[in-house]
């Protein structure tokens, strides 16, 4: 079986799309793993969304929280989540859902039940950002799973996959691996194929 990986979506959905063409997605021998931050600065986050919705109820997907999914998430009920989310790139999300408010709801709420803070398997542990070193999985805190930045290594006995850091490329450094290729900012969306090392990009 593969893992497919991709990362800091942010609206791009063409990307998306020509990625998982390029690879050759097949959901029944593929197990594709997404990493967060579907949304925000992008033109089409609500298109974005609703294709990891797709991905994850009909080819089983596995759909990682990011930062930027956090804030839009915490942004129904939380003033402190809304004021940091206008500060990061809500105006394209919320332009992407123009006349649609009830859907926006809806999307909040699906990502809200559905969006996981770490996937592990027996070789590696996907995240959004990455972990702290030396600090057991169950003992990591969410903020650190969405936020932190750092090249150091990890030491928890697997590689750490992980995005939300734009490089210009995929980036190794001893037990973690930064796929985030800035695909937002005029870079390109990058996926990571394991075990093979193989990458496809759009």
């Avoid at 998430?73 to 009830?102: C, D, F, H, P, Q």
């Avoid at 932190?148 to 850091?165: A, E, F």
């Avoid at 001893?174 to 996926?191: E, N, P, S, Y």
């Amino acid at each position: 079986m593969r893992y497919l990986v991709v990362s800091d979506i942010h609206g791009e959905i063409e990307k998306l799309e020509k990625v998982l063409k390029e690879a050759s997605y097949c959901p029944d021998e593929d197990q594709l793993v997404l990493l967060g931050d579907y949304v925000d600065r992008g033109a089409r986050s609500r298109e974005v969304v609703e294709k990891v919705k797709e991905l994850v109820e009909e080819n089983g997907a596995i759909a990682i929280k990011g930062n930027h999914d956090d804030l839009f998430i915490r942004s129904k009920y939380e003033e402190e989540a809304l004021n940091l989310w206008r500060m990061n790139g809500a105006a394209s999300t919320v332009k992407s859902y123009e006349g649609l408010s009830e859907e926006m709801k809806e999307h909040q709420d699906w990502m809200e039940d559905h969006l996981r803070l770490y996937y592990e398997t027996e070789e590696y542990i996907f995240v959004h950002a990455g972990l702290l070193p030396d600090v057991p999985l169950e003992d990591q805190e969410e903020e650190t799973m969405l936020w932190t930045r750092h090249t150091s290594q990890i030491g928890l006995g697997k590689t750490v996959i992980h995005g939300h850091t734009p490089v210009r490329d995929i980036s190794y450094y001893k037990d973690q691996i930064d796929i985030d290729t800035g695909a937002v900012f005029g870079g390109k969306l990058t996926l990571l194929e394991l075990p093979t090392h193989e990458v496809y990009t759009a």
